[in-house]
């Protein structure tokens, strides 16, 4: 069973950085594109950025492009999120999750991915 575990939220001030990290078990991650939505209160979950299974390839929503990065660590089965430049607007419950299929980019759509963290919030105050 695949289980994906999220951490590094927390409370940092606007211009302030943050690290997530994504810990995954079971499966195969290294052959499986990752990504990082996050969901603000009252808002529909939105995709933040995704990775392939080789970490040779990010693909980024506009409103992070230049500020977040994403990177995996497929030897330590680790997904991560580097986030500098945060602005009050990116506070959200950050989630991780895994593609569907193997050894295929992936993209924005909720449904390529079929494996969900529970969560980790983050929150930037003004």
């Known amino acids: 069973q695949v289980q994906l575990v999220e951490s590094g939220g927390g409370l940092v001030q606007a211009g302030g950085s943050l690290r997530l990290s994504c810990a995954a078990s079971g499966g195969t991650f290294s052959e499986y594109s990752m990504a990082w939505f996050r969901q603000a209160p009252g808002k529909e979950r939105g995709f933040v950025g995704s990775?392939?299974?080789?970490?040779?390839?990010?693909y980024y929503v506009d409103s992070v492009k230049g500020r977040f990065t994403i990177s995996r660590d497929n030897a330590e089965n680790m997904l991560y999120l580097q986030m500098n430049s945060l602005k009050p607007e990116d506070t959200a419950v950050y989630f991780c999750?895994?593609?569907?299929?193997?050894?295929?980019?992936?993209?924005?759509?909720?449904?390529?991915?079929?494996?969900w963290g529970r969560g980790t919030q983050v929150t930037v105050s003004s």
């Open positions: 990775v392939n299974w080789i970490g040779s390839y990010t």
């Open positions: 999750a895994r593609a569907v299929y193997a050894r295929i980019p992936s993209g924005p759509g909720k449904l390529e991915y079929m494996y």
